[in-house]
């Protein structure tokens, strides 16, 4: 089983300030089965980036995803009061299918 | 908009089962695959299952024994059974559209909270 581990646990970081959150996983993954989720304090998760790179519908270009292989990273280019939130990165393994979670990046204001 | 919303108990007893809805709203089933995904302090985010608007399944390994996830296409809504639940099971569900051509879950509930206890 593919584990996914992100970095750091906490991020504190000042609005207008850039962060990079990473996401490593414990094998090769192809980069078309690596999604990143924002999640708010009693909220669900929502999608931000598939295919590493590609952001979803009304996600702001300020954030970005790149990475392969086994490291990944998810950029947020300059803070909004509304980016402060938990962020999980997730993998897809087929055969049989299992879909995993990284443990999450909580960003939190400085 | 596609909408998802759980419905069901919030508490549990210990070797019940678990039982919950998920009711879509603004677009149809058909086409899609549907999922189950719980979230806990201690296991974090851990996908449950999904099931295809006709019936195909698929589950985690690590539950297969106990879960069984239904559709419905007539009442465009789905179902989660976990069986012989315990503590560990307490956790906060979520229902899920997953996309299988990108591998994604786009659209999620807002998630219910099942205790188990006595």
């Known amino acids: 089983e593919t584990l996914l581990t992100q970095s750091p646990g906490t991020l504190s970081l000042s609005p207008g300030e850039r962060a990079t959150l990473s996401c490593r996983a414990s094998?090769?993954?192809?980069?078309?089965?690596l999604a990143w989720y924002q999640q708010k304090a009693g909220q669900a998760p929502r999608l931000l980036i598939f295919?590493?790179?590609s952001r979803a519908a009304g996600i702001p270009d300020r954030f970005s995803g790149s990475g392969s292989g086994t490291d990944f990273t998810l950029t947020i280019s300059r803070l909004e009061p509304e980016d402060f939130a938990v962020y999980y990165c997730?993998?897809?393994?087929?055969?049989?299918?299992?879909?995993?979670f990284g443990q999450g990046t909580k960003l939190e204001i400085k | 908009q596609v909408q998802l919303q759980e419905s069901g108990p919030g508490l549990v007893k210990p070797s019940e089962t678990l039982s919950l809805t998920c009711t879509v709203s603004?677009?149809?089933?058909?086409?899609?695959?549907w999922s189950w995904i719980r979230q806990s302090p201690g296991k974090g985010l851990e996908w449950i299952g999904y099931?295809?608007?006709?019936?195909?399944?698929n589950y985690n390994p690590s539950l297969q024994s106990r879960v069984i996830i239904s559709i419905d296409t007539s009442k465009n809504h789905f179902s989660l059974n976990l069986t012989s639940v315990t503590a560990a099971d307490t956790a906060v569900y979520y229902c899920?559209?997953?996309?299988?051509?990108?591998?994604?879950?786009?659209?999620w509930g807002q998630g219910t909270l099942v205790t188990v206890s006595s």
């Open positions: 997730q993998q897809y393994a087929g055969s049989p299918p299992r879909y995993t």
């Open positions: 603004g677009g149809s089933l058909n086409n899609y695959y």
């Open positions: 099931i295809y608007y006709n019936g195909y399944v």
């Open positions: 899920a559209r997953y996309k299988g051509n990108w591998y994604l879950f786009d659209y």
């Open positions: 094998q090769s993954v192809s980069s078309t089965y």
């Open positions: 295919g590493a790179s």
